[in-house]
């Protein structure tokens, strides 16, 4: 058992990796598919595309929690399986749509079949040194992000030389090989039966979280993480429009700053997961809340589009330390037995983030202008700075690895 957690690691990792860049395939082209089916209104295919975005995001954020009650209670590594089998069948079915109704219920479907990410979290906690939690909830984060930006790159190629429908197809079957991979190499985790017995309700898991101090906080942090990542998507494009840009190559450039994010993340996740071990997790936290806080407020100062560029790739290396110490201090602040529905409930609150982000963008940056986005975002990184700060108690891995060798605390090494 020595190794057991590192080999798992790699794998989820792979198998994580391999299912996000199935997923982000199709993001790019949603509005062009929808044309593709007959919708030729400019007016109605920007309706439909949005359903379409939003739809899941609905879903999940109402089904995740479920999940992460049943995973507690028969597995992780069942979750796993469940996740990605349904959602390889679900999207593969997209590939056969002929109206933007029959996508709009496939994603809504899409959004109940989800938990893959949450259950390899709750999985990996499970069985990891909790001296160790820091660095691997960052480097399972870095193989989610790699995924969501090297997705897009390849969807947009792919879509340009065999069409939109196999794209569909293409992440079907990853999703299923994500699956098969888990099956075959990643071995079952064991439930108490207390857990298995257990009777649990979604009220009463949020009630769970609300009464936990630490659990709240997280909750936040974890859902303005991903708003604040989401909220600039509409404007970005607007935006650098409005600096000093070479003449047609505004697509272009948009793609290189939305891209900037997603790689500092891959590069400081497993890095600030790693501090979060030695320094302490709150620690890496409130630095991540700061730095965040000042990168985007200075997105409304930028004179040009490099400027940009810069302070989105300083913001994605905050975002990375935000979401790996913050699921660390998840795993850390609530028993084994509730650590599927603590991760699960986490995970639907980003996805409230992801649905409310861009719709809060849009609004502000229609009625104040595009750079008033940007303050806004900070000022709502700051307050949370100052949230944490107050009622989040100090935890690092050090700390677990002296009650480990005191025999204090079981050890999956």
Known sequence: ?????????????????????????????????????????????????????SANFITAAIFLPIWGAVADRVGRRAMMLRAAFG????????????????????????????????????????????????YVLGTLQAGTTA????????????????????????????CILGGVVILLFIPPDQVTEEARTQRTSVIGDLRTVAQNPTL????????????????????????????????????????????ATGIADIIASPFLGRRGDRIGYKKVLLISLAGSAVMYTAQAFALTWWHVLILRFLQGIFMGGALAAGNALISLSVPDEFQGRAFGV????????????????????????????FPLTGLLRMINFVWVYMVVRETTGA????QEEAGGVATAD
């Open 346 to 373: 986490s995970t639907a609150a980003m996805q409230m983030g992801n649905f409310l982000g861009p719709l809060t963008g849009g609004a502000v940056s229609a009625w104040f202008g595009f750079r008033a986005v």
């Open 216 to 259: 709240l906080a997280m909750m936040v942090v974890l859902m303005l993480t991903t708003f604040s990542a989401m909220n600039a998507e509409p404007i970005i494009p607007l935006y650098l429009e409005t600096l000093a840009l070479p003449l047609g190559y505004v697509s272009l450039l948009s793609g290189f700053v939305f891209s």
């Open 87 to 134: 959602m390889g069948i679900v999207v593969g079915a997209m590939g056969l749509v002929t109206h933007p109704w029959q996508l709009v219920l496939l994603r809504l479907l899409q959004g109940t079949t989800v938990g893959l990410v949450p259950a390899a979290i709750a999985y990996m906690t499970h069985v990891t040194p909790k001296r160790h939690t820091g």
């Open 147 to 174: 995924g969501t930006v090297i997705g897009p790159l390849v969807g947009g190629l792919l879509a340009t030389f065999i069409g939109h429908r196999p794209i569909f197809y293409l992440t079907g079957l990853g």
């Open 1 to 53: 058992m020595q190794q057991h957690w590192r080999r798992s690691l790699w794998i989820l990792w792979i198998a994580l990796f391999v299912v996000q860049v199935g997923f982000s395939l199709i993001m790019p082209f949603l509005s062009l598919y929808v044309q593709e089916m007959g919708v030729v209104s400019d007016h109605a295919v920007e309706l439909w595309s949005g359903a379409i975005f």
């Open 399 to 402: 700390r677990y690895k002296e």
